[in-house]
Structure formats: C-alpha cells, structure tokens
C-alpha cells in the first residue's frame, strides 16, 4: 500500500485509467473522484474506476494524501488556491499536463514558488478515447512517465509519486521542463497538429465523401489521433506555443524541400528522403520492439517466480 487516500481532479482517461490500475493493484485504499458531471463520477464508482464521487472539493482535499490535477493544461490554474488552503500539510500534488512550461508558469504565479510538495508529470500514454468510461487499469504498462522536478521538490515527494506511476507498470524518467516540451513538440504536439490539419482540409473538399471512402488503412493510422479529445488538444497548441511553432517550421521547411523536388522531377532528393525516413522509422520501431520484447519476458519471469514461490 503506497497511499491511503488519492483524489483525482478530472476523472477522464488519463486520470481514470491511474486511479483504476491503482486500484486493481492494491496501491491504495480509496481513489476519490472529482469532475464537473457528478453522474460521470457515478459511473465511474458503477466501473470501480473511483471508490467514491466528491461535491465538495475543498473537503475531498482535505481527506487526499496525493492529488492528481488531471484536467485540460488551461484549467489547472482554476484549482491551485483551493488546493493551497484545503490539502494536509503531508500531502503530495501532481499533474498529467502535456506541457510542463505553462503548468510551472501559473504554479509560480500562484505560489511564488513551485512548492517541495508539488511534483510536475506527464504519462506518455494515451488513446484517441476520452471520458471516465475509456479507462483501462493497464494504460500506462510499458509507457513512459515523464517527471520535471526541480531542484527543491522534496525526496519524498518525489518517490512517491514515482512509486505510483512504477506500480501501474510505467517507465519512470525524469527531464528538465524546457526538454520535455520540446521533446513532446515534435514527437506529439506536432503529429496531432498535422492530423487535425489534415482531416479538416479533406473533409473541407467537395469531393470529401468520396475521399474518405476510399481511405486505405495507412490513412486511419495516420489520422487515428484526429479522433482525440478538442479541448484538450486546444490547450495543448497554446500553452506549448513556441515549441511547437519552432517545429512546424521546421516541418514546413522539409516539406517545401519536398515540394520543390517533385515540382522539379528531382528524383534523387524524393528518394534519397524517404530512404532515410524509411532508415530512421525502422531503427525507431526496432527500439520500441527491443524494449517491449525485454519488458514481456521480465514480466514473465516475474509470473514464474510467483508460481514456484
């Protein structure tokens, strides 16, 4: 048992699916939920994502040992007093926030300080679903977690947060807060960008009924993450502003090199580009493959080890 009592602030996916592998893995005693739909948080105690359903949140604060901000990136400034007057003086504060510059930003704003007690993270998981009913206990099993803390968030603090994410089966790293969101920009801020940007052109066309009847597999792989939560990904495109802006240059740049080349029939530029797309994606998925295969057979080990015991 990690923590008595968790209270989770936006009980959708990503915080649904903590509190429910915490749940599942006797990690706690009681996850409490809180949202703006109180019938939401029903369900979620009908699905035992959560134990119980809160109204009254500065009470529900006042009874967490861990705190999960697990709204949209612009909310989490809407919760910081309530949570500076209300929580333990021994409870620990965390997010799930996909940008970590704007959460330290408005925590600075508010407190002066990021305070010892307020660990900043971000689960690398996730789905195009949305919603309290989308929760899945072994979302974060094989997934990185990412934690910013700095250089006076306490040990403790620290560990326990870690512990958490560890005991759900993730991969725990920690970064500066400037490295993961450039980071993130180009490995997600970006793709979502470009998704979005692509489904809207094509369903902007005239022919767009036609267009997506024909899609092909490649193109619903490709445009899966379009299906993602608006408002979320809203405040992502603003709070990690500048990062990715930088990116999108730097991908309009690549395909304008492109452009030019199939303008100009320049043969060995199309395909010397995909050639080293085609090199990096395989090296990509071979890493990812690596890791997978040795994680599985730990897990396996582990399993034998319990049967023998």
Same mark, same amino acid.
């Given at each position: 048992?990690?923590?008595?009592?968790?209270?989770?602030?936006?009980?959708?996916?990503?915080?649904?699916?903590?509190?429910?592998?915490?749940?599942?893995?006797?990690?706690?005693?009681?996850?409490?939920?809180?949202?703006?739909?109180?019938?939401?948080?029903?369900?979620?105690?009908?699905?035992?994502?959560?134990?119980?359903?809160?109204?009254?949140?500065?009470?529900?604060?006042?009874?967490?040992?861990?705190?999960?901000?697990?709204?949209?990136?612009?909310?989490?400034?809407?919760?910081?007093?309530?949570?500076?007057?209300?929580?333990?003086?021994?409870?620990?504060?965390?997010?799930?926030?996909?940008?970590?510059?704007?959460?330290?930003?408005?925590?600075?704003?508010?407190?002066?300080?990021?305070?010892?007690?307020?660990?900043?993270?971000?689960?690398?998981?996730?789905?195009?679903?949305?919603?309290?009913?989308?929760?899945?206990?072994?979302?974060?099993? &094989? &997934?990185?977690?990412?934690?910013?803390?700095?250089?006076?968030?306490?040990?403790?603090?620290?560990?326990?947060?870690?512990?958490?994410?560890?005991?759900?089966?993730?991969?725990?790293?920690?970064?500066?807060?400037?490295?993961?969101?450039?980071?993130?920009?180009?490995?997600? &801020?970006?793709?979502?960008?470009?998704?979005?940007?692509?489904?809207?052109?094509?369903?902007?066309?005239?022919?767009?009924?036609?267009?997506?009847?024909?899609?092909?597999?490649?193109?619903?792989?490709?445009?899966?993450?379009?299906?993602?939560?608006?408002?979320?990904?809203?405040?992502?495109?603003?709070?990690?502003?500048?990062?990715?802006?930088?990116?999108?240059?730097?991908?309009?740049?690549?395909?304008?090199?492109?452009?030019?080349?199939?303008?100009?029939?320049?043969?060995?530029?199309?395909?010397?580009?995909?050639?080293?797309?085609?090199?990096?994606?395989?090296?990509?998925?071979?890493?990812?493959?690596?890791?997978?295969?040795?994680?599985?057979?730990?897990?396996?080990?582990?399993?034998?080890?319990?049967?023998?015991?």
């Amino acid at each position: 048992m990690l923590a008595n009592t968790i209270l989770i602030i936006g009980t959708g996916l990503i915080g649904g699916s903590f509190a429910k592998g915490l749940k599942q893995r006797n990690l706690i005693r009681c996850a409490i939920g809180y949202g703006r739909r109180y019938e939401q948080l029903e369900l979620g105690i009908e699905l035992a994502v959560i134990d119980e359903a809160a109204r009254d949140l500065p009470q529900a604060i006042a009874r967490a040992d861990v705190i999960v901000l697990g709204v949209p990136t612009l909310t989490v400034a809407d919760y910081l007093d309530v949570i500076a007057e209300h929580r333990k003086a021994d409870s620990v504060v965390t997010d799930v926030a996909s940008v970590k510059g704007e959460i330290a930003h408005v925590i600075r704003e508010h407190y002066g300080v990021i305070p010892p007690w307020f660990v900043l993270g971000h689960p690398i998981a996730g789905s195009e679903k949305s919603g309290i009913t989308a929760s899945n206990s072994d979302l974060y099993v &094989h &997934h990185k977690v990412i934690l910013t803390p700095e250089v006076d968030t306490d040990e403790n603090a620290l560990a326990l947060i870690r512990a958490l994410w560890e005991g759900v089966g993730a991969d725990v790293v920690c970064m500066g807060i400037d490295e993961h969101d450039r980071v993130l920009a180009a490995t997600s &801020h970006l793709p979502h960008a470009l998704a979005f940007s692509l489904v809207d052109c094509l369903q902007a066309m005239d022919a767009n009924v036609d267009v997506f009847r024909f899609a092909a597999g490649g193109f619903r792989d490709f445009t899966r993450i379009a299906g993602s939560h608006p408002v979320m990904w809203h405040d992502i495109m603003l709070a990690n502003k500048s990062a990715i802006l930088e990116m999108m240059g730097e991908f309009k740049a690549t395909l304008s090199n492109l452009e030019n080349a199939i303008e100009n029939d320049d043969s060995d530029t199309i395909l010397a580009m995909f050639e080293r797309a085609k090199a990096s994606r395989e090296h990509f998925a071979g890493l990812i493959d690596a890791a997978s295969s040795t994680e599985s057979n730990a897990a396996k080990s582990a399993d034998l080890s319990k049967d023998k015991n």
